[in-house]
């Protein structure tokens, strides 16, 4: 079965993109492909502003979208998930939501570390949403923006490892989530250091949909009568 999975960017640039694309195909299914749109935000600093007035374009690419067979949004906060599930059947995913999901299968306690923390209201509203706010023991920040995070520099590894550490010693969860799609290739490293599991967004999001995909489950849309 081939499938395509489109991942939505809100912090586009073509580093970051080729890193999620890199990354979920790893994971994916052999025939099967990953589409990353190519659009380059390199040079545009990143704030909350500027995510949130991106979710118009991530609509518009969607609604333009006909080879897709489901959608990934690269985005912690999962911004714009709900409203682009009014909009098409086709599965949805944002990295924040899947890799709750994953987290609340195999542990009983998890962690988050996120790059910046200007997120931590939007991630604290959607775990509630999702009801898994009482399983999150803590909620950290290495202070590193998003885009530093794609070279993933010795400084920026340092501070994420002493960040980790911290977090075992105060919270003892039994899985850590990283929020920068920058260390996907060091989320084995980091589980055999510290002796548990790490889980990375793109990963999670693009093994839950592609399963999504094989069983053909899709959005039921309603029409008004």
């Known amino acids: 079965m081939k499938i395509e999975i489109c991942i939505l960017n809100p912090y586009a640039s073509k580093k970051s993109n080729e890193k999620l694309k890199l990354t979920a195909e790893k994971v994916i299914a052999q025939g099967s492909s990953i589409y990353v749109d190519d659009l380059d935000l390199s040079e545009i600093d990143f704030n909350q502003h500027h995510e949130a007035a991106n979710i118009s374009d991530l609509i518009k690419k969607v609604e333009n979208n006909k080879s897709s067979d489901a959608f990934i949004v690269a985005s912690f906060e999962d911004i714009g998930v709900d409203t682009i599930r009014k909009i098409t059947s086709k599965p949805i995913v944002g990295i924040g939501e899947a890799c709750f999901y994953i987290a609340n299968i195999i542990a009983n306690r998890f962690s988050i570390i996120t790059n910046i923390s200007q997120t931590h209201e939007a ?14 023991v803590s909620l950290k920040s290495i202070e590193v923006p998003i885009l530093d995070m794609e070279t993933m520099s010795k400084a920026n590894i340092k501070k994420l490892e002493h960040e980790i550490q911290r977090t075992i010693t105060e919270d003892r969860p039994e899985a850590i989530i990283i929020t920068s799609a920058g260390i996907s290739d060091l989320t084995k490293t980091l589980s055999d250091k510290y002796g548990l599991a790490f889980i990375e967004g793109v990963t999670a999001a693009t093994t839950l949909i592609e399963n999504l995909i094989k069983q053909n489950l899709k959005i039921k849309k309603f029409e008004i009568k």
Not at 123 to 136: E, F, G, P, S
């Open 123 to 136: 991630i604290k509203n959607n775990l509630i949403k999702y009801d898994m706010d009482h399983k999150c």
